[in-house]
């Protein structure tokens, strides 16, 4: 009986063990299906205040009578998604081995909101997401010109919720869009792409920064 168990315990080890010659099959990294995705905002909002104009909300985009005129489209959806692969937002927020993934749609404002889980079916082990909410220009007849962003990070870890969420409004100043005359036309729209770009960098510094404690 003795002399069987020996025999067993044999062939069992022969079956566990890899076969001669053949190294053992590396270990998928945790990292390698990690997933960051990334959607940009809709068609750029105004705001403007004024001195007989109080706030009216896209009164420039929607070429409105009495407020400066904006170019149609100048940092749309499109050019977002454009900007957004170029940036490479995940290597900003120190997820280097996540794969990028740029969503061509903005979200509908209601989703991005109210869903507490993720927004796409992914099932990776490793998720994040990061949402671009509005694109907004703020003129001001003493403050002058800014691009005012408001974007969303979500890192969900393995996990159906996120583990950690922040969201903030970034700023940037402008000089000289929009453009006053059709010669700016060309340095105003390379202007407030850069100032976008910009505005994406303000947000990774403060999304990295340890969180304050409370007193």
Avoid at 119 to 127: N, P, V
Avoid at 137 to 155: K, P
């Amino acid at each position: 009986m003795g002399g069987r168990r020996v025999v067993f315990a044999a062939v069992a080890l022969a079956l566990a063990s890899p076969a001669q010659g053949q190294p053992p099959a590396p270990a998928a990294s945790d990292t390698d299906n990690c997933e960051f995705h990334v959607w940009p905002a809709d068609a750029l909002m105004s705001v403007y205040y004024g001195w007989f104009h109080g706030s009216i909300v896209n009164g420039q985009v929607s070429g409105r009578p009495g407020y400066p005129r904006v170019p149609p489209d100048p940092i749309g959806t499109r050019t977002q998604s454009e900007i957004l692969a170029e940036m490479q937002p995940h290597r900003l927020l120190g997820r280097d081995d996540y794969r990028l993934v740029v969503h061509a749609e903005a979200l509908p404002s209601r989703a991005i909101r109210t869903t507490a889980g993720r927004l796409t079916d992914s099932t990776s082990h490793c998720y994040a997401e990061l949402i671009v909410d509005d694109v907004v220009l703020q003129q001001g007849a003493i403050d002058g010109s800014f691009l005012n962003v408001l974007i969303h990070y979500r890192d969900f870890g393995p996990d159906p919720t996120p583990r950690r969420s922040f969201a903030t409004w970034s700023q940037t100043r402008l000089t000289v869009f929009p453009p006053g005359s059709p010669e700016q036309l060309e340095r105003a729209l390379a202007e407030i792409r850069q100032a976008y770009r910009h505005d994406f960098i303000l947000f990774a510094q403060a999304a990295l920064r340890p969180p304050r404690r409370r007193r």
